[in-house]
């Protein structure tokens, strides 16, 4: 379970988490919307991850780390709650307006732990260890996942 | 006639155009911490009193406790009056559905047709990335985008197209358009940002049409020969380009 650190500080010195918010909000939000495949929750996911860095700002050693681990917890909790949110009856979903295609249907199948993997290794070009330690896994545990993950879309794709 | 790409190549793919198609909203931290946690900028006299806080938080504990004992029991036929599993009705928050921007597609229905192996010849003069011995992989179409994936040796070059408005929103149509480069992979060495994953870089161009191009397990000096390389497209290509269907069919 990824955990960022939370509690109560002082007000953040609002320059320098102007700074990170120039800088990756972007970036943090491209990685939440390859994950969640919805631009709106990926822009709320990102915005609460800030909002978490800029209570955590004093204690913080690496903003940036944080912030997307930040943004891999709100992408997991939606992931959960869309799984709950499909359990309910059918007129209380939100209409599906998405676009769909053959490689985003595939991933869709595959179990978000995986998914996960699979964007940092192959969207964020991260190494198996820094992938491990962004999770708090093992980086067997990544080369399983990623194993998997590869394995379950292949399947999807090439039936 | 080149083979098909392996998987982990699409899934780049893939993940390149789905994250060249997010266009975020201007906005400031302010705003943010504002408009979703307003009690973050008020003073210490102003904040409320943390052990409420601590009741209230305990409180909720208690109750969801109390929830799960209550639902437990139901299970093994002793609910308690009063006490349902069914979902309660309401709306979700957060799950407000996207919605989908209206767009031309003439370049993209232009790469989108383009059958996977065959090197599109007419799109790789206008790029000029089909020399050198680059070829090409194959193509993926987005919502609101679409790619083709050079390769040569290891390196793979990603040209990705989609209607400028989305780019430049307050540019007017065929007057401005940019040109996006976003260079992926730690061995690029071309103005990578501090994290040293991305860099996006823009320039204007006289075409009506943006080219984004991404770049994996690229050497610097073939990076910039990539970059050196690219050139606007000409009126006559873009007219050519225009007259495709002014739709994306599902590859």
């Known amino acids: 379970m990824i955990e960022p650190p939370s509690g109560q500080t002082e007000p953040t010195p609002i320059a320098d988490v102007t700074e990170l918010f120039r800088t990756r909000r972007e970036p943090m939000a491209r990685l939440a919307y390859v994950l969640t495949g919805d631009a709106a929750i990926s822009d709320e996911i990102v915005q609460d991850a800030f909002l978490k860095v800029h209570t955590d700002w004093s204690r913080i050693k690496n903003p940036s780390a944080y912030l997307r681990t930040a943004v891999l917890n709100g992408c997991r909790s939606y992931h959960r709650h869309i799984n709950v949110e499909r359990r309910l009856p059918v007129e209380r979903r939100a209409p599906e307006l998405t676009v769909h295609d053959e490689i985003s249907d595939a991933l869709a199948k595959v179990s978000y732990p995986r998914r996960a993997v699979l964007a940092l290794r192959y969207f964020c070009d991260l190494p198996d260890s820094e992938i491990a330690e962004i999770l708090n896994i093992r980086p067997a545990t990544v080369r399983s996942r990623v194993a998997r993950g590869l394995k379950d879309l292949r399947k999807e794709l090439e039936p | ?251």
């Not at chain 2, 906005?27 to 009741?55: C, F, K, N, Y």
Request: with cysteine.
């Open chain 2, 1 to 251: 006639m080149n083979p098909a790409p392996d998987i982990e190549t699409r899934l780049r793919v893939h993940y390149m155009t789905k994250a060249a198609e997010l266009r975020l909203p201007p906005l400031e931290i302010g705003d943010v911490i504002e408009q979703r946690h307003p009690s973050m900028g008020m003073t210490a006299a102003e904040e409320p009193r943390r052990d409420v806080s601590v009741l209230v938080g305990c409180a909720s504990i208690l109750v969801v406790v109390a929830i799960g004992v209550a639902l437990a029991a139901s299970r093994t036929g002793n609910a308690p009056n009063g006490i349902s599993a069914t979902p309660a009705n309401g709306s979700v928050p957060g799950a407000s559905p996207s919605v989908p921007q209206t767009t031309s597609w003439s370049l993209c229905s232009a790469v989108s047709t383009l059958p996977l192996g065959d090197a599109p010849d007419r799109l790789a003069a206008s790029y000029s990335v089909g020399a050198d011995g680059w070829t090409f992989i194959g193509s993926e179409r987005g919502p609101s985008v679409a790619s083709m994936l050079w390769g040569r040796g290891d390196a793979r070059v990603t040209v990705q197209t989609g209607p400028e408005s989305q780019v430049v929103p307050s540019a007017a149509p065929g007057v401005a358009v940019s040109v996006i480069v976003t260079v992926f992979g730690r061995a690029v060495d071309i103005e990578t940002d501090a994290t040293g994953v991305s860099h996006t870089a823009s320039w204007l161009m006289p075409s009506g049409l943006f080219t984004s191009v991404s770049m994996t397990n690229m050497s610097a000096t073939d990076a910039a020969a990539i970059l050196s390389s690219l050139r606007p497209l000409s009126a006559a290509q873009l007219n050519d380009l225009a007259g495709q269907p002014p739709s994306c069919p599902r590859a």
